[in-house]
Nanobody, 119 residues
Framework: QVHLVESGGGLVQAGGSLRLSCAAS????????MGWFRQAPGKEREFVGVIDWSGTSTSYAGSVKARFTISRDNAKNTVYLQMNSLKPEDTAVYYC????????????WGQGTQVTVSS
């Protein structure tokens, strides 16, 4: 069982930047794809982006493409979400999740970190 802990959320003005981190415990991290998701109040959870196990391939939702970047450091068992040019509509709780098979089926999830973007 992999345990995931997100950090780095906070309050930022529109146009600003934040970097979220997701620290993982367990031996499967380095072999697994990692995804980021978010859930805004009153809305369903939505996909933000994913990075493959090696860090060489990423994919993003259209709403964040060119503004957000996912990276990972397998030596530190950590995946990052760099968020630039933030907009009020990016306000949400952000979650990371692990996809051991790289097939879009996510197992363990973190507890989430709040990101609030003020206008």
């Amino acid at each position: 069982q992999v345990h995931l802990v997100e950090s780095g959320g906070g309050l930022v003005q529109a146009g600003g930047s934040l970097r979220l981190s997701c620290a993982a415990s367990g031996r499967t991290f380095g072999n697994s794809a990692m995804g980021w998701f978010r859930q805004a109040p009153g809305k369903e959870r939505e996909f933000v982006g994913v990075i493959d196990w090696s860090g060489t391939s990423t994919s993003y939702a259209g709403s964040v493409k060119a503004r957000f970047t996912i990276s990972r450091d397998n030596a530190k068992n950590t995946v990052y979400l760099q968020m630039n040019s933030l907009k009020p509509e990016d306000t949400a709780v952000y979650y990371c999740a692990i996809d051991p098979a790289g097939d879009g089926h996510y197992g363990s999830w973190g507890q989430g970190t709040q990101v609030t973007v003020s206008s």
